[in-house]
């Protein structure tokens, strides 16, 4: 390191800090540093810094990824030989029924580990270390959520890659199946944020665990993933057209297997957006709270 | 000097349901010290550090840190500090050179910037053999180091060590110890809390000592070891000796008061220098005091506590009925060695 580096340190701000050893600290001059809070732009290079520490994490312990390969694979066969001939006559009739939802009931499966793996993470030493750094709040919560993009991407992809080995033939085309997964990945992003709400609130990753169950089994199985709403006594048909989870299924279905946008698909992302804007706030708040 | 308060600390309050862990602190540490928070496991030392680092809420009370108000102000308080606790707070699953990159980079350097400090760091703490290893191969010593040098990565004016040797072997802590005097002389202040006399006496300018929440003496290490004498006689009294006569000698040869278990008949003696020790064992054997063993020791942060507060350090297990009776004996105590 040489001296000159050092020259300039009130244009440098707090950059320069990693360079010259020997320099000696000014107190004076450190507080009149300080910013009263972290900007957008800090906001989102700390999300991008902490997906990163996700993804390194995720190299790291592939077996993370055994829920996001497995179960699309094991789902899908086992569903289709299952049920394909009780439900739709034959397996292959049923794939179209059966594929979309299979991607939405695994994009839900994958949120919920998102929110058992922060309450792990929360636990450890270094969750400390961020909590006395300037850093925004909202970043270590939606950093992990960022890298979780690419377990969505693996569990849809590898869904629809099942049910094509299969016998499934999507009537979308590519870009009907390329606009499904990516609503499925956007929906299951906007629901994680639930998840991850629940994983700030919750004593331990297993209790995360017992309430997300609690929450997935209805949604996914009270809705029209497996089975044509048509089958159902009354009572539940309109549970299931309530729930979001069928506009979800209903708008992969119409993507993958019309290639069109349906009204459900704008439903979709509408009921995304407010998953959103109500629990990003009160997992922030609530994590801040848990000092 | 007309400088800032490094940390200035007003009746700290901190509860956790009917305990008050932290029960009306007022500390003030100045630029450039070394500032040690003295006390046994319990006493709430942890609980001040933590809130004046912005990790806990402060229930009541009022802090700044050079002059920044901590409450109102969290964010530019951690722009100020750098923490290392009990229990290294760096990632498990990172390597060392990863961890120092990552903490740079989300405090605004730049790649660049955060690789060149994480180097320097590394080779500053003696850690470039283990740089690309991940944390989980490493040794506790190791651990403690990297997490303080992740604590500097921005050099921040004010480092919080929390029990920064504790489970540490000799040779590390002594490390440890250097490099925390290293801190100082490139012009931080360091506020650590320590369970060791020996520690705070090796490390820290003043001491305050703190005991079941509450500040019971502050002082330089000096004032604070002159309180317990600068060593300690332990003398085992034979079973059937006079234990009442023992204590009069004591009295009158040492001139202190002995602190003295009826039931196992130990007897310990603080004194000004260990010579007296002599005196105090021909006193015995010229009255006929009879005794099994004899030690002549430093005094323990036992011995201290007992002096400042009444009980020993080890006794914070049950807090609530002791702690009624002591609280205005250490208190009183603290008017006679508190500097200002």
């Known amino acids: 390191m040489s001296t000159i580096t050092t020259a300039g340190p009130a244009s440098a701000g707090p950059a320069s800090a990693g360079t010259g050893p020997l320099r000696t600290v000014d107190p004076a001059a450190a507080v009149a540093r300080t910013r009263p809070r972290t900007?957008?732009?800090?906001?989102?290079?700390?999300t991008l810094i902490m997906a990163w520490r996700a993804l390194k994490k995720m190299r790291r312990n592939p077996e993370q990824f055994f829920d996001v390969t497995l179960q699309p694979l094991l789902f899908t066969a086992m569903f289709a030989y299952i049920f394909g001939g009780a439900i739709s006559g034959n397996v292959h009739s049923y794939l179209p029924l059966l594929i979309p939802g299979i991607v939405a009931q695994t994009v839900l499966t994958t949120c919920m580990s998102t929110g058992v793996q922060l309450r792990e993470d929360m636990e450890k030493g270094v969750f400390d270390r961020f909590k006395a750094l300037p850093m925004a709040r909202i970043a270590p919560l939606a950093g992990p959520m960022v890298a979780d993009l690419v377990r969505y991407l693996i569990?849809?992809?590898?869904?629809?890659m099942m049910g094509v080995i299969i016998g499934y033939r999507p009537?979308?085309?590519?870009?009907?199946?390329l606009g499904a997964i990516v609503l499925a990945i956007f929906t299951g992003w906007a629901l994680a944020w639930i998840f991850t709400f629940i994983g700030t609130i919750a004593k331990s990753a297993r209790a995360v665990q017992g309430i997300s169950m609690l929450i997935l089994f209805p949604l996914t199985f009270l809705s029209n993933a497996f089975v044509p709403v048509t089958t159902l006594p009354g009572w539940l048909a309109d549970f299931v057209k309530i729930n979001p989870v069928s506009h979800l299924v209903s708008a992969t279905r119409a993507l993958a297997n019309q290639g069109v946008v349906t009204r459900e698909a704008g439903w979709t992302l509408l009921a995304g957006l407010v998953v959103i804007a109500v629990f990003a706030p009160l997992s922030v708040r609530s994590y801040r709270r848990h000092m | 000097m007309t400088a800032t308060a490094a940390v200035d600390a007003a009746g700290l309050v901190k509860t956790f349901g009917k305990l008050r862990a932290v029960d009306g602190i007022d500390l003030q540490v100045s630029q450039g010290e070394i500032f040690g928070v003295l006390g046994p496991n319990g006493a709430g030392k942890t609980t001040a550090l933590r809130m004046l680092a912005t990790l806990l809420p402060i229930d009541a009370g009022q802090a700044w840190i050079f002059?920044?108000?901590?409450?109102?102000?969290?964010?530019r308080v951690r722009q100020l500090i750098g923490i290392t606790g009990q229990y290294a707070s760096v990632d498990e699953d990172l390597t060392a050179t990863e961890n120092l990159w990552m903490f740079g980079r989300l405090q605004g350097l730049r790649s660049a910037d955060a690789?060149?400090?994480?180097?320097?760091?590394?080779?500053?703490?003696d850690l470039e053999e283990a740089a690309d290893k991940p944390i989980a191969q490493f040794s506790g010593g190791m651990r403690r180091r990297l997490d303080l040098a992740a604590s500097l990565i921005t050099r921040p004016p004010l480092i919080f060590l929390d029990e920064p040797t504790t489970g540490l072997d000799p040779r590390t802590r002594g490390q440890m110890w250097d490099t925390i005097r290293g801190l100082v002389t490139e012009g931080c202040t360091v506020l650590l809390t320590t369970q060791y006399l020996d520690e705070a006496d090796?490390?820290?300018?003043?001491?305050?000592?703190i005991d079941r929440g509450r500040k019971v003496?502050?002082?330089?290490?000096?004032?604070?070891?002159?309180s317990v004498?600068?060593?300690?006689?332990?003398?085992?009294?034979?079973?059937?000796?006079d234990q009442e006569l023992a204590r009069q000698v004591v009295r009158k040869i040492a001139g202190a008061e002995p602190v003295l278990t009826p039931e196992s008949g130990r007897m310990n003696v603080p004194l000004d220098t260990a010579d007296r020790a002599a005196d105090v064992l021909i006193g015995f054997r010229q009255s006929g005091v009879a005794i099994t063993s004899v030690s002549v020791d430093k005094p323990t942060l036992d011995e201290v506590f007992f002096a400042i507060t009444g009980h020993g350090a080890d006794a914070e297990d049950d807090p609530v009925p002791a702690g009624i009776g002591v609280s205005g004996a250490g208190a009183g105590h603290e008017t006679v060695l508190e500097v200002q």
């Open chain 1, 171 to 177: 009537g979308g085309g590519v870009l009907g199946v």
């Open chain 2, 217 to 226: 003496a502050e002082g330089t290490p000096d004032e604070l070891k002159a």
């Open chain 1, 155 to 160: 569990a849809a992809g590898l869904t629809f």
């Open chain 2, 202 to 209: 090796q490390l820290a300018g003043r001491i305050a000592v």
């Open chain 2, 67 to 75: 002059g920044v108000d901590v409450t109102r102000e969290p964010h």
């Open chain 2, 115 to 125: 690789r060149a400090s994480a180097k320097r760091l590394l080779a500053q703490f």
């Open chain 2, 229 to 241: 004498g600068n060593s300690t006689l332990q003398v085992q009294l034979a079973g059937g000796a």
């Open chain 1, 39 to 46: 900007t957008i732009t800090e906001i989102v290079s700390q």
